[in-house]
């Protein structure tokens, strides 16, 4: 069974960084999604296997990066220049199949527990 940890998160300034990581018991495409209260789960960032490959909604271009480290099977999210517009329970993801990155919720396979992170203004 495929368990994803998160750590990180919590309050920042608006302005301010914040970095997730999540630590998955294996090798596979990641995702990370957000939701914010009372709005839809949305697509953040991914990233392939080998990490050589991201894609990035365009809301985040510039201010977020997904990277990944392999030897530790963690994938991070660095958060830059963060608004009150990314206040949201943050969660990664693990896509199981052998693919491209999709931004579809519905084709992850497991979950992380989320995290909240807070920017106040």
């Known amino acids: 069974q495929v368990h994803l940890v998160q750590s990180g998160g919590g309050l920042v300034q608006a302005g301010g960084s914040l970095t997730l990581s999540c630590a998955a018991s294996?090798?596979?495409?990641m995702g990370w999604f957000r939701q914010a209260p009372g709005k839809e789960r949305e697509f953040v960032a991914a990233i392939n296997r080998p990490g050589g490959t991201t894609y990035y909604t365009d809301s985040v271009k510039g201010r977020f990066t997904i990277s990944r480290d392999n030897a530790k099977n963690t994938v991070y999210l660095q958060m830059n220049s963060l608004t009150s517009e990314d206040t949201a329970v943050y969660y990664c993801?693990?896509?199981?199949?052998?693919?491209?990155?999709?931004?579809?919720?519905?084709?992850?396979?497991?979950w992380g527990q989320g995290t909240q992170v807070t920017v106040s203004s």
């Open positions: 294996g090798r596979y495409n």
């Open positions: 993801a693990a896509d199981f199949n052998l693919r491209g990155l999709t931004r579809n919720s519905w084709e992850y396979d497991t």
